[in-house]
């Protein structure tokens, strides 16, 4: 079995390498803790998030909270597609309207990862470099990218600079080809390509395409069948802008995005993306030890302590539709998972919302925590 760290007869090296199964453990225990009785009150969720959010948006909100896998609170306001739309009016927002998910879709993608190295039972390491998976693809890369891991890819950690998104081999090929702007591991950077990059690796190894694995290996063993690389055939939820501007329709974000998606490009419900939260608790999909490195590195999250959470953004103008999508998804250490969905302009972000209506909760039983954000809600 491949570990994430390696045997060495330097004794300081040795004392941290007995250090880190007993840190790996702590992490565990923090994600996965559900101390006993009812430390939130639910019903000041509802309060919480309708206080701040009803009669401030161009569309509507869906949120759904889990305790222990079970829905402790919820609700669905406004519309999925306005009354000003032409096309299908007035479609209600609901906790099981697919939305695009946006950088979510990084958070499927790094379980998938994580899936598959306890599929293949070591046979590949998330610190072996990627490139020789996919050098049938990119056979001329520059020397230093061969040098870049799987694992420095899901952290965001690769050294490429900022280019177009890739959607195909040939724009992974070229990409390769180009010098990197720093030395791989030194310093973060989002991009949607690290995912992109991730994707093909994964296809590589698995030897099945990204969609099917994911659908088959990760979604199914939670019960989940409705989440998809592609938007809904009929009546699909548009985005809106700010709640004083009707004079745009919104934009649909209706795409077909099963050729590249990784870094984004899912479309789920709330009801969906709050069962895959608790479905990566539940040991379905993910052992312990895979739950530690992905909580470890914090692979596809965005923020760390007290739990751990990944928000997504679509934003669009063209000067004739506007329109806005933000979701969120969070793994809180008490048992609780949280789903959200926003089709409009917010300023803060479903992910602050939910971290922050987590907290305020918590503080009216006498509890207090705090969050360290690793970087900021990403698109």
Request: aromatic share 10%; net charge neutral; proline share 7%.
């Amino acid at each position: 079995m491949c570990l994430p760290f390696q045997f060495s007869a330097n004794p300081r090296l040795l004392l941290r390498i007995l250090l880190v199964p007993a840190f790996l453990c702590l992490v565990s225990a923090v994600a996965d803790s559900s101390p006993p009785g009812r430390p939130h009150d639910f019903a000041e969720w509802d309060r919480l998030i309708r206080k701040e959010l009803d009669g401030t948006l161009a569309g509507g909100y869906a949120y759904e909270i889990l305790q222990n896998g079970r829905v402790v609170a919820s609700d669905q306001r406004g519309f999925a597609r306005a009354p000003r739309e032409k096309v299908s009016p007035s479609v209600p927002m609901t906790l099981f309207k697919p939305a695009p998910m946006a950088s979510v879709s990084k958070t499927i993608t790094a379980v998938a990862m994580l899936r598959l190295w306890e599929e293949k039972k070591g046979g590949f390491s998330l610190d072996d470099p990627f490139w020789p998976y996919v050098k049938r693809l990119a056979p001329h890369p520059d020397p230093e990218v061969t040098k870049i891991t799987i694992r420095q890819l899901l952290k965001h950690q690769s050294g490429f600079g900022k280019t177009a998104d890739l959607t195909s081999h040939e724009d992974l090929s070229a990409l390769l080809k180009r010098p990197l702007v720093r030395r791989p591991g030194r310093k973060f950077e989002y991009l949607d390509n690290n995912y992109y990059i991730a994707r093909v690796v994964l296809e590589q190894i698995a030897r099945e395409s990204y969609p099917r694995y994911v659908r088959n290996h990760v979604l199914r063993p939670m019960g989940i069948t409705q989440m998809k690389t592609c938007c809904e055939p009929h009546a699909p939820m548009c985005g809106y802008g700010e709640a004083d501007d009707q004079s745009k329709p919104g934009y649909p974000f209706a795409w077909d995005c099963t050729r590249w998606a990784g870094g984004a490009g899912w479309y789920g419900s709330v009801d969906d993306m709050a069962r895959f939260m608790h479905g990566l608790r539940d040991g379905n999909v993910l052992s312990g030890q895979a739950k530690q490195i992905l909580f470890t590195d914090a692979l596809g999250f965005d923020w760390e302590e007290p739990g751990f959470g990944k928000g997504g953004d679509w934003v669009f103008d063209d000067n004739v539709q506007e329109g806005e999508v933000h979701t969120a998804v969070c793994y809180f250490p008490d048992g609780i998972e949280a789903a959200m969905v926003i089709n409009a302009a917010y300023a803060q972000g479903p992910l602050e919302l939910l971290e922050d209506t987590w907290k305020q909760s918590l503080v009216r039983t006498g509890k207090r925590a705090s969050g360290k954000r690793l970087h900021p809600a990403n698109s």
